[in-house]
């Protein structure tokens, strides 16, 4: 007798690696899945629905859910059968470059709110359902960002440290109940969305920057960011193809799937843990060797030298 389809439940689905992820887990050939597919604004629904094809009604349905609000969640939640979640995607995610004299609070709490609230917002939701049932799964999409701080990305890299550091401490009780957390910390991912993003950013004032901070942001920084989505940018559907492999497989107690690309860069801090190391290092390649820099991200994007995405 086959197993019952596993609930899953993704935030983010209008677009980008929640819709890829949406549509992948909805056409497993095993019909292992019954997705549930969120996104804030419903208008936003065609992509997907159109994406989903025959599995639309069938192994995906499509929700509103808005991360940011308790009674937005608490009503997804009512609408799914039996409101139970088997395996919970967080996705929902929004970006903020530039800057930081120039970035309002209001800007920053709105990252806060949706990246890392949003997340413990549905973590709270579900987690009472897996407790009883003493299984499930919670698959974050974090960031090497996570793992590092970026120049110009301060606010953002912040919020994925602190997903990483809630998702750590929160693994270890979750074992005791036999829920497995997954952290998925992709590079640059070349979205549409990403690609206004720097363009918006590329002619954004910046109200109290410095001329030559918004000259190192606009001549440096920009630059190297569009090499850098250009050379080493994954696709949507290259990174749900590995969220869909961490949900099919084994769970150990916590388990990080990271972009190996970013190995060399995670290795500094791992060979000086004070971060010096680093922060120097990044800082002469940004500001006194930028030929190098674009260099060796088109090495990395040349065949020859190309090294896997993710880990086997």
């Known amino acids: 007798m086959a197993d019952a389809p596993r609930t899953v439940l993704i935030s ?78 967080n996705n929902a995610g929004v970006g903020l470059v530039g ?8 800007a920053m709490q709105n990252v806060f709110d949706t ?53 750590e401490s929160l693994a270890v009780q979750l074992l005791q109940f036999n829920i497995f957390i997954s952290l998925v910390e992709p590079g640059p991912v070349a979205t549409e969305f990403e690609g206004k993003l720097l363009e918006q950013v590329s002619t954004a004032e910046f109200p109290g920057t410095d001329a030559d901070t918004l000259s190192y942001f606009r001549d440096l920084y920009l ?41 060399p860069l995670t290795a500094l801090k791992a060979v000086d843990p004070s971060g010096s190391l680093y922060v120097q290092t990044s800082h002469r390649l940004l500001f006194r060797w930028p030929r190098l820099l674009n260099l060796g991200l088109r090495c990395l994007a040349c065949s020859c030298f190309r090294t896997p995405v993710w880990p086997r």
């Open 12 to 89: 983010g689905c209008s677009s980008g690696i929640g819709l890829e992820l949406a549509v992948q887990l909805a056409r497993d050939p095993r019909q292992r899945y019954q997705v549930v597919a969120t996104m804030r604004d419903l208008g936003k629904k065609g992509t997907l629905e159109a994406a989903a094809g025959e599995a639309l009604g069938q192994t995906l349905t499509v929700a509103q859910l808005d991360v940011c609000s308790d009674e937005s969640v608490a009503q997804c939640l009512s609408c799914i059968q039996g409101g139970e979640v088997d395996v919970l995607v």
């Open 99 to 106: 800057p930081l004299e120039g970035l309002s609070l209001a």
């Open 115 to 167: 990246n890392f609230f949003g997340a413990v917002r549905l973590v709270k939701a579900v987690l009472p359902g897996m407790k009883r049932r003493r299984q499930g799964h919670i698959v974050v999409v974090s960031s090497v960002m996570g793992l590092q701080g970026v120049v110009f990305n301060e606010v953002y890299a912040a919020s994925k440290f602190a997903m990483e550091g809630f998702f």
């Open 223 to 263: 630059p190297a960011s569009r090499e850098l989505f250009h050379s080493v940018g994954q696709s949507p559907q290259d990174v749900a193809k590995v969220i869909v492999k961490v949900i099919g497989s084994a769970r150990p107690p916590l388990r990080r799937q990271t972009n190996a690309r970013y190995t």
